[in-house]
């Protein structure tokens, strides 16, 4: 059977890419930071019929993250790693002319050196598999957005990271997903107060990347819009 390790699975992407890998007979092991909101996914994963590990924690954390790939040794292999977690950072978005430089440094903790610490401790397994990568990255990663330069700075790291890693890693498939804007309590953080029922559910771009992990494409930095639209 397939493994996938997925971060950030309480909620939003991460929950909508567990559920869909699950109902693919996929075995999970997901982690949270809000341990009932996890085990109210796992609940959900356990009625498709999945074998799924749920361990509620933080990514930054390095017993968390040892946790999270034993448990997929466990299981019999590591096929896939989706870095979902991430964190905007302070809301009501701040310029960086005031931007609090302890909020900046957990920003990057979260978007930048917990998805490598755990691709390291993944690499192992995932180049016996041949296994895949993918971290979800953003278009404020590419485009100057006022108030998002920490969070855009953080993905922007975390894509020349990914383009690196893949330059050195040829037997491990390497994607970087930008989904666009979605409907997300962590996009409504980033506009508090304004309606964004306008945005997609997260799970309309799930087809996307299962597009993108059956593709064989090379490594590299994919939109969802443009996988729609092949």
Known sequence: MAVAIVTGASRGLGRAVALDLASDGWDLVIDGRDPSSLELVRDKLDALGASVQ???GDVTDEGHRSALVDSAQDAGSLNLVV????????SP????????LDALRRVYDVNVIAPLALVQASLPLL???????????????????EGWGGYGSSKAALD????VLAAEEPDVRVYLFDPGDMRTE??????????ISDRPEPESVVPALRRLLASGLPSGRYLASALEES
């Open 54 to 56: 749920a361990i509620a």
């Open 160 to 163: 020349q990271l990914h383009r």
């Open 83 to 90: 870095n979902n977690a991430s964190t905007l950072g302070p």
């Open 127 to 145: 180049r016996v598999s041949k296994g895949t990568v993918v971290s979800v990255s953003s278009d404020a990663s590419v485009e100057a957005y």
């Open 186 to 195: 962590m996009h409504q953080a980033a506009y508090p107060g304004e309606d």
């Open 93 to 100: 978005l701040p310029s960086l002319d005031h931007y609090p």
